[in-house]
């Protein structure tokens, strides 16, 4: 017998679904659970995390913005037209953490091979230069989009390559100096980039 719904369609009965049918469909949904997600989504969640259980006070700086035009299409809204950065930016995120001041920069490059350096500006640089001379923590944490890796690259290895490509070096960072050089943040449920896990561990180490 044929069964069909209201629209014509043959109904077709489903067959019942293996344990090892399930188990595969479970973890491919959650290897596409993160889908849409930037790094700095990710960042954020964790900052939320850290400040509930008490464990760091960091949040994202804003962006130092001169609006210069606005028009208000309703009594309720209003609509930037026009807007100019008043100083260069420096760098992402900063705060409190175990009583040191932390302050840093968060990337993604879809590349697979390397990190440009044309995605960090000089006067972050110098920023950051400035932080470690006052004892700060400052580091770069970098997402590998396209291989879904994390690194932890600490500002010793970011100014080296970059004094290297001043004087006429690569301009990137190869990945293998990140897997030799840096730390690789591992991901995990929730947070799920518990990136204050690597930096305790790079700090303890150096």
Same mark, same amino acid.
């Given at each position: 017998m ?11 009965q489903k ?9 595969? @469909? &479970?973890?491919?949904?959650?290897? #596409?659970s993160n889908?849409?997600? $930037?790094?700095?989504?990710? %960042?954020n969640? *964790? ?13 994202k ?15 309720s809204a @209003? &609509?930037?037209?026009?807007?100019? #950065?008043?100083?260069?930016?420096? $760098?992402?995120y900063?705060? %409190?953490?175990? *009583? ?21 500006h000089?006067?972050?640089v ?5 932080? &470690? ?8 944490i ?26 006429g070096?690569?301009k990137?960072?190869?990945?293998a ?8 943040i591992?991901?995990g449920y929730?947070?799920?980039l518990?990136?204050l896990?690597?930096v ?7």
């Amino acid at each position: 017998m044929v069964i069909r719904y209201p629209n014509g369609k043959a109904y077709t009965q489903k067959q019942p679904t293996s344990p090892t049918t399930a188990k595969k @469909a &479970v973890e491919k949904k959650q290897s #596409f659970s993160n889908r849409g997600k $930037t790094l700095e989504d990710e %960042i954020n969640e *964790a900052n939320e995390f850290y400040l509930r259980q008490k464990l760091a006070v960091i949040h994202k700086k804003p962006v130092p913005l001169q609006i210069v035009k606005v028009e208000y299409p309703s009594r309720s809204a @209003a &609509v930037v037209r026009e807007a100019y #950065f008043r100083t260069p930016s420096t $760098t992402d995120y900063n705060g %409190i953490w175990q *009583a040191r001041y932390i302050d840093f920069e968060a990337k993604e490059t879809e590349n697979k091979t390397s990190f440009p350096l044309k995605n960090i500006h000089a006067h972050q640089v110098q920023h950051m230069q400035a932080i &470690v001379e006052q004892g700060g923590i400052t580091f770069v944490i970098v997402r590998f989009s396209k291989l879904e890796r994390y690194f932890l690259l600490s500002f010793d290895v970011l100014k080296e390559a970059w004094d290297a490509m001043l004087v006429g070096a690569r301009k990137s960072i190869p990945l293998a100096i990140f897997e030799t050089s840096c730390l690789e943040i591992q991901t995990g449920y929730y947070p799920r980039l518990d990136y204050l896990k690597a930096v305790e561990q790079f700090y303890e180490q150096t």
